[in-house]
């Protein structure tokens, strides 16, 4: 039973400065909710609080559309996976970890780190590139997230895979941004 | 005509058409569960008010909003699109109004760069 560890989990919580964070069954109302919590950060300006808010999002959607744990009685809108959110004295770091096959996961590994090389004017070409592409047939997004991650993002982005013994692998992404504007 | 007059919710914009002056407003956050179900049926709207209206149609697209997601974004892009060709083929009188508050420069920017991309009368509007 957790009970004898709970104080063990809080204070780790507390002393990873962790804001929020949330494992499981993630839907849009989850999603709302817990954005709410990060509009309300009142010590950022609010162009630094919807950065905040648009990188929860990202994240958030790519569990719910991508992660290959899934409920099956659930809509098919629904994906199990983790959000966290913590912060340091200068930065906020939003992480998400979900399950994708494994083959997946390198690709997105990959396609983060050509990301990283890039600029910021690369990224707004590829970005606005990208967005006048036709739809992909089936696709449940536009493609866009991780390129607008990596712009808004103060740092490079962090991806990174752990393959599982039998479902596929882990996939991490944290994205950090400076609490203040950078000069 | 039909009627466009969608209320808001956590995560769609309000929708409304102003039939006096020609104004088709999107305004609050958008970031809905199925794109494509909210995006689809207003863009079916404009490519109907203008094949039904004839030539002399104008519209103004007054975009006031807080934050979208990139799914959005690629709608607003089609729904440019759309207007953008429906300029240049009929001539038809559009612009575009981009409403955001002043300091939060993403929301500015993400105008901007709509605005780089199509050949459409942009006006940017900055309130407190």
Known sequence: MIHSTLHKIYSTLKDQRILLSFHGLFSQQIMVEYGRILKERNELDENKRTILFSIFVELTENILRYSTERVASQSDSRGVGIIVVSETDETYAISSGNLVETDQARKLVSYCESLNKLDRDALKSLYKEKRREARKEGAKGAGLGLIEMTRRSDRPIICSQKPLEDSGSFLSISIEIEKSEVS | ?128
């Open chain 2, 1 to 128: 005509m039909k009627q466009l007059d969608i209320k808001p919710t956590d995560t769609t914009p309000s929708v409304e058409f102003d039939l006096e002056s020609s104004t088709l407003t999107i305004a609050g956050e958008s970031f809905p569960e199925n794109v494509t179900t909210f995006y689809d049926p207003i863009l079916k709207w404009i490519k109907e008010y203008f094949t039904d209206g004839g030539n002399n149609r104008k519209l103004v697209l007054n975009l006031n909003l807080k934050y979208f997601n990139t799914s959005t974004s690629k709608y607003l892009f089609d729904i440019m699109s759309e207007l953008e060709e429906t300029h240049k083929d009929r001539h038809a009188d559009i612009r575009v109004v981009w409403c955001y508050k002043k300091g939060v420069e993403i929301m500015y920017e993400n105008g901007e760069e709509f605005a780089e991309d199509f050949e459409l009368p942009f006006e940017f509007v900055a309130y407190e």
